[in-house]
């Protein structure tokens, strides 16, 4: 095999690594479970929980990548004691790469499938209960989702096959940085509107009251659940990367910027949603009705709704591509190691099995709608998102914590010494502790909560 590729800068790693934990749930979900939890309070236990649970995970995800120099289902055997069974979490993680595509490729297709909507007028002049019946029709059209989900799974390969630095960190350097422009832009636009102030208040004014009536413990639930969550680890989409890093900079110090990325875009997110909601007197909800049947109505009562339409679904377009090509990278890579094959070729079977993997959840909502595995209205995508959200991410981070701090794993020292590698923040001794016992009941925890 060829010598490892690495990134070409930095900045390509961070906009990277920031692309694939900014998801399209930073976008529907986070503003409204701000919004549903006391606003700015939620916010800060959200940050607080973000830098004592979500950034130690991805500083070992990285770690393990960086020091194995080998992709998640290899790097478990580089790092592991001889005679262990770490390396069986590897095919765990890769299956849940597989998994997580197959609903976003389809979800990723929706957001396309707006934005040229958007784009050429079809919203245009639209009454309002007709905006709600185009999703509607679009779930219903099994042509409309597999034509949408293959389109996304054609270009995603397209770009991974051109190799790390020339096709992955060039594409998505361009999109990452458009993403935040568009974001800036938009979120600008929705604090002039005429009543976004109200909403800017609902998002982000503390609001003691409403987090009593919550009940501060669902509140602290919520908040871990959120930070823990939004930077997609236990599957080892974090890990690919660590294994193209060189070892000029620390990992607790670049695992604190990819959440930094994260948070902003999930924090702009609601600057964009909340003062447009309020300034048209709509309902902020949540899930896939905000994105597919409330903001569209908001734009086509706003002045140039057809641009701003345009703009928002291909900010949500770039959202959702830029956690394609990540995991696709991390699907492509392991398998080339797996099999010891060229990039191209694993591309090209990749292209036929993540388009034949997908064909469910794209049917779920017409030719498959009769199958409810979760009780009456639930579908193939509920079930998908069910089984990676809280069952492989907790657990697989779960493994990640415990094999980077536990002496039958890799162990502390170890760890240690690899994230504390080049300039940046370190990780502490008197850390130790927190890390090897505390922060394992934390997500073991969450996943108990998760299940029930």
Same mark, same amino acid.
């Given at each position: 095999?060829?010598?490892?590729?690495?990134?070409?800068?930095?900045?390509?790693?961070?906009?990277?690594?920031?692309?694939?934990?900014?998801?399209?749930?930073?976008?529907?979900?986070?503003?409204?479970?701000?919004?549903?939890?006391? !606003?700015?309070?939620?916010?800060?236990?959200?940050?607080? @929980?973000? *830098?004592?649970?979500?950034?130690?995970?991805?500083?070992?995800?990285?770690?393990?990548?960086?020091?194995?120099?080998?992709?998640?289902?290899?790097?478990?055997?580089?790092?592991?004691?001889?005679?262990?069974?770490?390396?069986?979490?590897?095919?765990?993680?890769?299956?849940?790469?597989?998994?997580?595509?197959?609903?976003?490729? =389809?979800?990723?297709?929706?957001?396309?499938?707006?934005?040229?909507? @958007?784009? &050429?007028?079809?919203?245009?002049?639209?009454?309002?209960?007709?905006? *709600?019946?185009?999703?509607?029709?679009?779930?219903?059209?099994?042509?409309?989702?597999?034509?949408?989900?293959?389109?996304?799974?054609?270009?995603?390969?397209?770009?991974?096959?051109?190799?790390?630095?020339?096709?992955?960190?060039?594409? =998505?350097?361009?999109?990452?940085?458009? %993403?935040?422009?568009?974001? &800036?832009?938009? *979120?600008?636009?929705?604090?002039?509107?005429?009543?976004?102030?109200?909403?800017?208040?609902?998002?982000?004014?503390?609001? @003691?009251?409403?987090?009593?009536?919550?009940?501060?413990?669902?509140? &602290?639930?919520?908040?871990?659940?959120?930070?823990?969550?939004?930077?997609?680890?236990?599957?080892?989409?974090?890990?690919?990367?660590?294994?193209? %890093?060189?070892?000029?900079?620390?990992?607790?110090?670049?695992?604190?910027?990819?959440?930094?990325?994260?948070?902003?875009?999930?924090?702009?997110?609601?600057?964009?949603?909340?003062?447009?909601?309020?300034?048209?007197?709509?309902?902020?909800?949540?899930?896939?009705?905000?994105?597919? /049947?409330?903001?569209?109505?908001?734009?086509?009562?706003?002045?140039? !709704?057809?641009?701003?339409? $345009?703009?928002?679904?291909? @900010?949500?377009?770039?959202?959702?591509?830029?956690?394609?090509?990540?995991?696709?990278?991390?699907? /492509?890579?392991?398998?080339?190691?797996?099999?010891?094959?060229?990039?191209?070729?694993?591309? =090209?079977?990749?292209?036929?099995?993540? &388009?034949?993997?997908?064909?469910?959840?794209?049917? !779920?909502?017409?030719? %498959?709608?009769?199958?409810?595995?979760?009780?009456?209205?639930?579908?193939?995508?509920?079930?998908?998102?069910?089984?990676? $959200?809280?069952?492989?991410?907790?657990?697989?981070?779960?493994?990640?914590?415990?094999?980077? =701090?536990?002496?039958? !794993?890799?162990?502390?020292?170890?760890?240690?010494?690899?994230?504390?590698?080049?300039?940046?923040?370190?990780?502490?001794?008197?850390?130790?502790?927190?890390?090897?016992?505390?922060?394992?009941?934390?997500?073991?925890?969450?996943?108990?909560?998760?299940?029930?």
């Amino acid at each position: 095999m060829n010598q490892r590729e690495t990134f070409r800068s930095r900045m390509g790693f961070l906009l990277l690594s920031a692309g694939c934990a900014i998801g399209i749930g930073n976008v529907w979900r986070f503003p409204y479970v701000v919004g549903q939890n006391g !606003g700015g309070v939620f916010v800060l236990f959200y940050l607080l @929980f973000l *830098a004592i649970m979500g950034v130690p995970v991805l500083s070992m995800e990285f770690a393990v990548g960086r020091a194995s120099r080998k992709s998640p289902v290899k790097a478990y055997q580089a790092l592991e004691k001889p005679g262990s069974k770490w390396h069986l979490h590897g095919y765990v993680a890769m299956a849940g790469n597989y998994m997580l595509m197959m609903f976003y490729t =389809t979800v990723a297709g929706w957001m396309v499938y707006y934005f040229y909507s @958007f784009f &050429i007028g079809r919203f245009s002049k639209m009454p309002s209960e007709e905006v *709600a019946g185009v999703f509607g029709e679009m779930l219903a059209s099994p042509g409309i989702n597999v034509f949408w989900m293959m389109a996304v799974v054609v270009v995603g390969i397209l770009i991974c096959s051109m190799g790390l630095q020339k096709g992955v960190e060039r594409i =998505t350097k361009v999109m990452m940085i458009g %993403l935040l422009s568009l974001m &800036i832009v938009m *979120a600008v636009r929705g604090l002039t509107l005429e009543g976004g102030m109200d909403g800017l208040a609902f998002y982000l004014k503390p609001d @003691f009251g409403k987090m009593a009536e919550v009940g501060v413990g669902n509140v &602290i639930v919520a908040a871990m659940n959120q930070s823990f969550f939004t930077l997609s680890l236990g599957i080892g989409a974090m890990a690919i990367f660590g294994s193209y %890093l060189e070892k000029e900079n620390t990992l607790l110090g670049e695992a604190v910027n990819v959440a930094v990325l994260d948070t902003f875009v999930a924090i702009t997110a609601g600057l964009i949603i909340f003062p447009a909601c309020f300034a048209f007197g709509v309902n902020p909800d949540s899930g896939p009705s905000l994105i597919f /049947i409330t903001l569209p109505n908001v734009f086509v009562s706003m002045a140039g !709704g057809r641009v701003w339409g $345009s703009l928002f679904f291909l @900010f949500m377009s770039f959202a959702a591509f830029s956690t394609v090509i990540a995991v696709f990278e991390n699907i /492509i890579a392991c398998s080339m190691e797996l099999f010891n094959i060229e990039r191209k070729r694993a591309a =090209t079977i990749n292209l036929v099995a993540l &388009i034949l993997l997908s064909l469910p959840c794209a049917l !779920g909502y017409n030719v %498959l709608s009769s199958f409810e595995p979760m009780g009456a209205g639930s579908s193939v995508l509920d079930l998908e998102d069910f089984i990676v $959200s809280n069952l492989l991410l907790p657990l697989g981070s779960l493994v990640y914590l415990l094999f980077s =701090t536990w002496e039958f !794993g890799w162990g502390m020292e170890n760890y240690r010494r690899e994230a504390n590698e080049g300039h940046g923040l370190q990780v502490p001794a008197w850390i130790c502790g927190y890390l090897k016992y505390i922060l394992p009941l934390m997500i073991l925890a969450l996943f108990i909560q998760g299940i029930l």
